[in-house]
């Protein structure tokens, strides 16, 4: 991945993005003492910070959808304004491991490399590079896992003879929508993402919480 051009003979610039965030104010964690040390960090490797994104307030169990700085980032990391995303731990991320699975996987298919100062990983290095590829692995198995207890959730309640709702879309598309609300993105989220209406998603989501009852 290859950040600004440099001149002749010089390695190119790396573009990373600081990503900080705190649950609450007057803590001894800050937004302030995170960006300050990542910066110290990007400037010894001779990075380039091109955007400091921040939650304020804002618990690492909320969705995409409730993290407006979070979903900014992963948009512009989409538009390649970046090659990396600097945080100062995973639980900065999220706290929720389905939220952590969805931003591994848009990491993944974008090709940012990613870097967690407590953790050690940073994936510009082979042996962090290996590590973001096995945690690429626990959560596509994850994913698994998920949409395995959804389908065993929905055959317990059709045994149960508990109607299911209106007939189903065709089975790709259904797996579809039940996969990207495990992930934790929002209903018109996954609306955009499946090309269905916000309606579909939500009878979806209702025979999920039904299956799951």
């Known amino acids: 991945m290859l950040g600004n051009p440099g001149v002749e003979g010089v390695p190119p610039v790396r573009r990373v993005a600081i990503y900080t965030r705190v649950s609450t104010a007057g803590g001894r964690q800050t937004t302030e003492n995170q960006e300050r040390a990542l910066r110290e960090i990007a400037e010894r490797s001779g990075w380039e910070v091109v955007e400091v994104y921040t939650d304020h307030g804002i618990s690492g169990t909320k969705g995409r959808d409730k993290r407006p700085a979070f979903d900014r980032m992963l948009k512009d990391a989409t538009r390649r304004r970046f090659e990396m995303v600097m945080a100062w731990s995973v639980d900065r991320l999220g706290r929720s491991l389905q939220h952590l699975v969805a931003f591994l996987s848009e990491l ?53 003879g508990k109607t299911l709702g209106r007939p189903k879309l065709a089975d790709k598309k259904t797996m579809a929508i039940r996969e990207a609300l495990a992930t934790g993105l929002s209903v018109r989220q996954v609306a955009e993402k499946c090309g269905v209406g916000v309606g579909t998603v939500h009878r979806a989501k209702a025979v999920m919480t039904i299956a799951a009852a």
């Not at 042996?127 to 096995?134: I, L, R, S, V």
């Not at 692995?137 to 698994?144: S, Y």
């Not at 389908?151 to 149960?160: M, Q, S, V």
């Open 108 to 160: 993944q298919a974008a090709r940012i490399d990613l870097f967690l100062h407590q953790q050690g990983i940073d994936t510009t290095t082979p042996a962090g590079k290996a590590m973001f590829q096995m945690m690429g692995v626990f959560a596509e198995f994850e994913r698994a896992m998920i949409v395995e207890r959804v389908n065993a959730g929905l055959d317990t309640a059709r045994a149960k």
